[in-house]
């Protein structure tokens, strides 16, 4: 039995580099997104199943790389530590994701121009 075509799909990646080194992609920015979410570095690196040294890595290489402040972090205590999104790390992100739905329109588009109606919708 030959398998239909019709649900054929385009799917791309898109990262950013500084001199040739990976700084920003979909995993950096699910990071992102779970240390805002749970306000832990180590509960963000669990829900996205690295290590906390790891997400530790990740961040003091993005923070370096792109040159700015990504997040603040406060060490344990009584209260236990946390670490909070800065502004420049909110206004990246949004910058990423609409760099990232912007690219997929012209993706979609271009992809439906030449496969037509076999393209997925």
Do not use: C
């Not at 992102?32 to 180590?42: C, E």
């Not at 530790?56 to 060490?75: D, N, T």
């Not at 800065?86 to 990232?100: G, I």
């Amino acid at each position: 039995m030959q398998k239909s075509h019709s649900d054929i799909e385009i799917k791309s990646k898109l990262w950013i580099e500084v001199e040739g080194e990976p700084v920003f992609g979909r995993g950096r920015r699910f990071l992102l997104q779970a240390i805002d979410k749970y306000g832990s570095i180590n509960q963000a690196a669990k829900e996205i199943n690295i290590s906390y040294r790891k997400a530790w890595s990740y961040i003091k290489a993005m923070e370096e790389r792109l040159g700015i402040k990504l997040v603040e972090r406060q060490a344990g205590g009584k209260n236990g530590g946390g670490a909070v999104l800065t502004n420049d790390a909110r206004k990246f992100l949004k910058r990423y994701e609409l760099m990232e739905d912007g690219i997929k329109e012209i993706v979609d588009k271009k992809f439906k121009t030449i496969f037509g109606k076999q393209a997925k919708s």
